[in-house]
Each structure stands twice: as structure tokens, then as C-alpha cells.
């Protein structure tokens, strides 16, 4: 694969509206689900990250600030022909910096169940017992940031 590379992107732009396509492709066309506008609305105060190979978008996440110290890492979506080949964890990675940057001290996220591993893996840990979100078992992770 080419370089990739990883940046922000705002949020109702051209290039928005490519990460929402993937979002809705990798994470709610397999659910049978679908974004609300309501739903929406709520990337309007987030941090758009996306991952470009060849100037083509294929992964896309949020991060969306909790409180004055932690920050919620979310709506992570790769394209799956680029899926397994490291660019979601450039982009978690990436995500962080820019957390730490805006001087975040946690990051904390709402995994599906069978992708802690990889999370862990970035040294994230479960703080909290296993839900339901989506129809599909989640457990809440986090990291300290500094």
C-alpha cells in the first residue's frame, strides 16, 4: 500500500460526507441501521480524523470531548480492503496526539465486544462491565494519555 495519510477534517465538508459514507458502510449497513439527522447533529462539535491512500479516504474516526480531561474515540471505520493492514491503529494513534495536543489527560472508547484485542493491544483496558449498544456486546476501555 502507499503512504497514508492521516488528518482533520471538518465536519459538513466534501470530505465529511465521504467518512459518513464509510461509516455508514462499515459499521451500520451490516446492522441493517442507518444515521439519524438527530443522530448526526452530534458530530457537529467533534474532531473529524480521516486516513487518505492515493487521495482516496479509507478509514475515518471521531473523537468527541466528554469533559475538560477526557476525550471519547468513536465511529472508528475502515473500508475493508484496507482493513487488517495496520491504518485503524495509525488512525487510534493519531487520534491520540491530536487529544494529547488539546491537552486531554484519557481517552476512553465503547468497543465491540471482539475487538478488544486489538485495542488492548494499543493499551487500552476495560473499565466496566460488557452492554449492549447496536444489538451488539460493547465493553468500555480506556487509556491515560499522560
Request: with cysteine; hydrophobic share 40%.
Amino acid at each position: 500500500m502507499n503512504t497514508l495519510s492521516i488528518k482533520e477534517i471538518a465536519f459538513g465538508s466534501k470530505d465529511y460526507r465521504k467518512a459518513l459514507a464509510i461509516r455508514e458502510e462499515v459499521l451500520r449497513a451490516p446492522l441493517e441501521l442507518s444515521f439519524s439527522q438527530e443522530k448526526l447533529k452530534e458530530d457537529l462539535d467533534d474532531i473529524h480524523i480521516s486516513g487518505f491512500s492515493k487521495n482516496a479516504m479509507i478509514g475515518t474516526l471521531i473523537l468527541s470531548s466528554q469533559n475538560e480531561e477526557t476525550i471519547r474515540l468513536r465511529q472508528i471505520a475502515v473500508c475493508s480492503d484496507f482493513q487488517r493492514k495496520s491504518i485503524g491503529k495509525k488512525l487510534v494513534e493519531f487520534g491520540e496526539t491530536v487529544a494529547k495536543g488539546r491537552e486531554y489527560r484519557k481517552i476512553i472508547l465503547f468497543s465491540q465486544e471482539y475487538v478488544v484485542p486489538f485495542y488492548a493491544n494499543l493499551d487500552y483496558s476495560v473499565y466496566e462491565d460488557r452492554f449492549e449498544s447496536v444489538t451488539l456486546p460493547h465493553f468500555c476501555m480506556q487509556k491515560q494519555l499522560v
